[in-house]
Nanobody, 125 residues
Framework: QLQACGGGLVQAGGSLRLSCAASGRTFSSYALGWFHQAPGKEREFVAAISWSGNFIYYGDSVKGRFTISRDNAKNMVYLQMNSLKPEDTAVYYC????????????????????WGKGTQVTVSS
C-alpha cells in the first residue's frame, strides 16, 4: 500500500514537500515514483528513484525544480517541489515498479505495479 500526503494550496514560486509511505509489503528492489494528473489531462510522469537511489529520473517539466528522494529504512519516498507554477496544479500520485525501465521504455503509467491514492496540489497565480 502506498499513501501520499503533503499536498495543499501554495502561491506560485512557493514550495511543497510531498511524502509517500509504503506499507503492507516489502518494496525491496522497487523503484518509487511520482506522477501527476491535472483536470482533463492524462496522468503523466514526474519523477522516479531506483531502490538504491543511484538512478533518478525527472520529467522535462520539473527538471531543476523538483527533487525526489527516498528513505528505505522508513519505507518513504519524498518529492520536494520548489518554484511551483500554476501548471503544476494536479493530483499527485506515488507509485512503485519492480526494477527500473529501459531508456527506450521510459516511465509509462501502465508500467507501474502499485499505486497510491493521490494528494491534491494547487498552485495559485
Amino acid at each position: 500500500q502506498l499513501q501520499a500526503c503533503g499536498g495543499g494550496l501554495v502561491q506560485a514560486g512557493g514550495s511543497l514537500r510531498l511524502s509517500c509511505a509504503a506499507s503492507g509489503r516489502t518494496f525491496s528492489s522497487y523503484a518509487l515514483g511520482w506522477f501527476h494528473q491535472a483536470p482533463g489531462k492524462e496522468r503523466e510522469f514526474v519523477a522516479a528513484i531506483s531502490w538504491s537511489g543511484n538512478f533518478i529520473y525527472y520529467g522535462d517539466s520539473v527538471k531543476g525544480r523538483f527533487t525526489i528522494s527516498r528513505d528505505n529504512a522508513k519505507n518513504m519516498v519524498y518529492l520536494q517541489m520548489n518554484s511551483l507554477k500554476p501548471e503544476d496544479t494536479a493530483v499527485y500520485y506515488c507509485a512503485a515498479r519492480k526494477g527500473v525501465p529501459s531508456a527506450s521504455e521510459g516511465w509509462p503509467v501502465g508500467g507501474m505495479d502499485y499505486w497510491g491514492k493521490g494528494t491534491q496540489v494547487t498552485v495559485s497565480s
